[in-house]
């Protein structure tokens, strides 16, 4: 008996884990890798069809802290635990026709694998959601089993793309009129945390037919300065731009992210992303109700696994496992969402006494 299927939006996954768009997923060798090594699926990095050209320097740091001196650097020192991922990388470089074959082969090649195309396009006017129907048209014609749609890229100028449209509860009901009118596969949405209307923005996506949100993309951030010498933690000729924290250090909040979703929407489907590094964590996503999850600090950390992450799948998948066993769980399904309920208003929670009423007078 595999404890660890699931099924997910409809489709069947060996594992509930996946490698999430990012560089783990950005080339038919890696996915190939992640794969043989077991991922149950993954989120191709998004594609797209407008102009991309990155910075001319590092896209990705990893930051490190320690227990001496304890501060965040990407500096190599001695006895440092992981801290973070910081990237200004923008959407897949590598065009539209070039990742079809590739497409095309990895889902020949494993067929029992879930690939999902992540992509991305504008807003506001037909040809944008033209753009919308070829990409997803086409990521479906050649076997993607989902599509979704990446409406949280933290690093757009253009105001029509990602993040910066998780505000307009109309661009996304439009954007998802589109997809869900040109493919009939499951289609994901992974939003941005840095909003204030997310829950008005899950609520738009789930009623114009996402199967799934997906959270968290990146929290958008700045590096750090050296005191010192007053560089940027990463700069190119010193200058340096919002770019997306991701890692153990958005751990706890894309979990209030999820939660907030899943508290408003018992009944819907969630991919929880965001600092999972082992069990611990991915724990903590399906407890608050997540029914996939998504990994792609940890796994490009990994040393020596070409950054898909092979030891880390092998050690998710052998403690969610023991995890299941030890329980006498069938699957996941027997703990999703045990700490929904205990998720609460403040003044809900006990007081030594009973004179306090959220900051509102108590009637007398
Ligand atoms: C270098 C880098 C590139 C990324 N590129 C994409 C992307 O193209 N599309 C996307 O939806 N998310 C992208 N992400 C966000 C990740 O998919 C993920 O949501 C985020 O890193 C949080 O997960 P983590 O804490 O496991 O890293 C990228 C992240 C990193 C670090």
Not at 227 to 233: A, G, I, L
Not at 353 to 357: C, Q, V
């Given at each position: 008996m595999n404890r660890l299927a699931t099924t997910f939006t409809g489709l069947k996954f060996h594992n509930p884990f996946v490698l999430a768009s990012a560089p783990p997923t950005e080339s038919k060798r890696k996915i190939m890798r992640a794969f043989e090594a077991g991922w149950g699926g993954v989120v191709t990095k998004t594609i797209g069809l407008h102009p991309v050209e990155n910075v001319a320097g590092p896209r990705t740091i990893f930051q490190r802290a320690s227990e001496e001196k304890p501060y965040v650097s990407r500096n190599k020192r001695p006895e440092t635990v992981s801290h973070s991922s910081w990237n200004w990388e923008l959407i897949s470089d590598q065009p539209l026709e070039l990742w079809l074959p590739d497409l095309e082969e990895i889902k020949t090649t494993y067929p029992d694998r879930m690939l999902i195309g992540s992509i991305m396009a504008g807003a506001g006017n037909e040809e944008e959601m033209n753009n919308w129907r070829k990409l997803a048209i086409a990521c479906v014609n050649v076997g993607c089993d989902a599509i979704e749609l990446n409406?949280?890229?933290?690093?757009?100028?253009?105001?029509?793309m990602g993040a910066n449209i998780a505000n307009d509860e109309d661009i996304i009901r439009s954007i998802l009129k589109a997809v869900t009118s040109a493919v009939s596969v499951p289609i994901w949405v992974k939003l941005t945390?840095?909003?204030?209307?997310l829950v008005d923005a899950a609520a738009a996506a789930y009623g114009a037919g996402a199967s799934s949100i997906s959270l968290c993309n990146t929290f958008p951030s700045l590096p750090l300065m050296d005191?010192?010498?007053?560089?940027?933690?990463v700069e190119v000729d010193g200058l340096v731009t919002s770019g997306g924290l991701g890692g153990l250090a958005i751990l706890h909040q894309a979990l209030q992210r999820v939660s907030d979703i899943a508290r408003a929407f018992p009944d819907k489907e969630i991919s929880g992303i965001g600092g999972i590094r082992g069990f611990r964590e991915a724990f903590n996503f399906i407890a608050h109700g997540a029914g996939n999850l998504q990994v792609c600090t940890a796994a490009m950390e990994e040393k020596g696994s070409g950054g898909v992450g092979v030891k880390l799948i092998q050690e998710l998948k052998h403690d969610l496992n023991d995890y299941l066993e030890r329980k006498g769980y069938s699957s996941i399904e027997d703990f999703r969402g045990i700490a929904r309920e205990r998720i609460?208003?403040?003044?809900q929670v006990r007081r030594k006494?009973?004179?306090?009423?959220g900051g509102y007078e108590i009637a007398s």
């Open positions: 409406l949280s890229c933290p690093h757009m100028d253009r105001k029509d945390p840095s909003t204030s209307t005191p010192e010498t007053f560089k940027f933690e609460v208003e403040h003044s006494s009973d004179a306090y009423n």
